[in-house]
């Protein structure tokens, strides 16, 4: 499983990353530290939910009442 990097757009394995940084629930992949540091100054540009992965740790099931 690959991830874009919101910054330069390129592919990196999960396990490959610089940095993955958490914005909202969403896991951004950072190739390096140029990116990171392109990505903290410009969050608004970069953090979009649809370039990262969502975090799994948040989990919210509704749970519903039949009886
Ligand atoms: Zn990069």
Redesign the pocket.
Same mark, same amino acid.
């Given at each position: 499983m690959s991830y874009k990097?919101p910054?330069?757009g390129?592919r990196i394995n999960r396990g490959k990353a610089h940095m993955i940084i958490e914005i909202e629930g969403v896991n951004y992949f950072? +190739?390096?530290p140029? +990116?990171q540091t392109e990505f903290e100054h410009n969050l608004k540009l970069y953090a979009r939910p649809e370039l990262g992965e969502k975090a799994r740790k948040i989990q919210h099931y509704p749970v519903k009442q039949h009886n």
């Open positions: 990097d910054v330069c390129k950072l +190739c390096c140029r +990116c």
